[in-house]
């Protein structure tokens, strides 16, 4: 009889906790997003993950337009530190991208998640809507990581049908550090089916980051000769290009010479070479606390003196939107009360912004090295570094440079890889180095945000990744 009732209130248990699951689901679907053009077909969430005692993340889940069950879930983080992955949904691979109008949405061919459920999550707190309920919003590397892994074991909580789903994390730029360091917490806890990592144009190593943007910028003709002789003249042990330090050297006259190559690239669009820099409403006027140059050029007096003078200026508004960047729209849409209220997003929290401006961040990490080195030496896990290579703000030499370092057994050498364009030719798509558990693979005329620039050929890479494809 004892017996009996114990099993009786085990169920119990059991059943209430399933219902509590399914409600709190049920709780976060999104059913009438403002601004759509028609009815979709796939289930989409929208609410908040317990990352702490005090800490609730924001996250956006999106399930699969194709077999959302057997699907692979996968995790997608944006930059800064404190930049919204919000901007990976809906201007990058997101199955709905936003219209200049801040009003309307328009439907994505090539998203992500006509193969796979995404979870576009922003971290950390403080980011979008994401939010502390004490007020304090000090951060740094490890305690992202943490909260993010955090985060992601409530949501399988949640949604358990897709814990048994092979798992990916991916992101892009800062998310070169938050990537490897969730993706190392996650490969330690080993409770999720965890099979590997993606990065696009991420911040692999800080000071290899400048140094190879120093040889990009020559090679795309942004210098001149005289100052590509200064260059490597002040900053080049012996003149020898294989001997180059740019990122902290003491010679004066090679400070000078980058300080002038910082001063160009200022004036140009930092996450696309070729594109114009964007100069609406959110950023008229404005500069950037969140501008690359200030990071890639931290240890040269001549630019951290001019960073100084920016932030002094009354005169300017300093903002956290990116430079050159588009997001009027996004922002306009997020801020809506009707699309705040159909992403059940929390009573009384701050205006939406792209960037955040009460996240308080500490960098711990400027060489991801000892993170893709754990990951790969356990031969369990896959990664994937991609770059656009018209990007300046983490450019394809630097991440091209990092992955070879690994000292990885080549499969296939550097070769072009190739997609199928809309009139069914078949094009070269940008180039790769295969590797035994990583693949570094270039996409020919992105920038920084691979996926808005290179829909197609991006969907093409992502489908390779999580499904183990060899780059044709």
Same mark, same amino acid.
């Given at each position: 009889m004892v017996y009996e009732y114990t099993m009786w209130a085990l169920l119990v248990c059991l059943l209430a906790g399933v219902a509590s699951s399914l409600a709190a689901v049920t709780s976060d679907e999104v059913v009438d997003l403002p601004g759509l053009p028609s009815a979709i077909s796939f289930k989409h969430y929208s609410g908040y993950l317990n990352a702490s005692a005090t800490h609730r993340l924001h996250y956006w889940f999106v399930e699969s337009q194709n077999n959302p069950a057997s699907d692979p879930v996968v995790l997608w983080l944006n930059g800064g530190p404190g930049c919204s992955s919000l901007d990976g949904l809906l201007s990058e691979h997101g199955p709905f991208l936003i219209n200049d109008d801040g009003k309307t949405l328009r439907m994505n061919d090539f998203a992500w998640n006509t193969v796979a459920n995404v979870l576009y999550l922003e971290a950390p707190v403080g980011v979008g809507y994401s939010y502390s309920t004490d007020g304090i919003y000090e951060m740094n590397d490890d305690s992202?990581?943490?909260?993010?892994?955090?985060?992601?074991?409530?949501?399988?909580? &949640?949604?358990?049908?897709?814990?048994?789903?092979?798992?990916?994390?991916? +992101?892009?730029?800062?998310?070169?550090?938050?990537?490897?360091?969730?993706?190392?917490?996650?490969?330690?806890? +080993?409770?999720?089916?965890?099979?590997?990592?993606?990065?696009?144009?991420?911040?692999?190593?800080?000071?290899?980051?400048?140094?190879?943007? &120093?040889?990009? +910028?020559?090679?795309h003709g942004l210098w001149g000769e005289q100052l590509w002789d200064q260059l490597t003249a002040h900053c080049c042990s012996g003149g020898q290009l294989n001997k180059c330090n740019f990122h902290n050297n003491t010679d004066a006259d090679c400070q000078g010479a980058v300080g002038a190559a910082s001063n160009i690239i200022y004036g140009l669009n930092i996450y696309n070479l070729y594109d114009e820099c964007y100069t609406g409403e959110m950023n008229r006027h404005q500069e950037?606390?969140?501008?690359?140059?200030?990071?890639?050029?931290?240890?040269?007096?001549?630019?951290?003196?001019?960073?100084k003078q920016l932030l002094q200026k009354p005169a300017v508004q300093v903002t956290v939107v990116p430079p050159c960047v588009n997001v009027d729209g996004m922002t306009q849409y997020l801020n809506r009360v009707e699309v705040r209220a159909a992403l059940h997003i929390q009573a009384g929290l701050h205006d939406w912004t792209i960037c955040s401006d009460i996240l308080h961040y500490t960098r711990q990490y400027e060489d991801m090295k000892p993170f893709y080195m754990e990951l790969l030496s356990s031969g369990k896990y896959r990664g994937l570094v991609y770059n656009g290579d018209v990007d300046m703000a983490c450019n394809f030499l630097m991440d091209e440079w990092f992955v070879d370092s690994l000292k990885q057994k080549v499969v296939e050498p550097y070769k072009a890889w190739h997609y199928e364009a809309a009139d069914g030719s078949t094009q070269v798509a940008g180039f790769t180095k295969q590797f035994k558990n990583i693949n570094f693979v270039t996409i020919k005329g992105a920038g920084h945000m691979v996926p808005q620039n290179k829909p197609r050929p991006s969907l093409e890479m992502f489908i390779n990744f999580i499904h183990n494809k060899r780059f044709s």
């Open positions: 992202t990581a943490a909260d993010s892994l955090a985060a992601l074991k409530y949501f399988f909580k &949640m949604f358990p049908e897709f814990a048994a789903n092979e798992f990916f994390i991916t +992101g892009e730029s800062y998310g070169g550090i938050y990537v490897p360091s969730l993706s190392v917490l996650v490969a330690r806890d +080993g409770t999720l089916n965890f099979r590997g990592w993606g990065i696009g144009n991420g911040m692999s190593d800080f000071n290899l980051n400048t140094d190879s943007l &120093m040889f990009f +910028g020559n090679y950037s606390k969140n501008h690359p140059i200030w990071q890639l050029f931290k240890h040269n007096p001549h630019v951290s003196q001019q960073h």
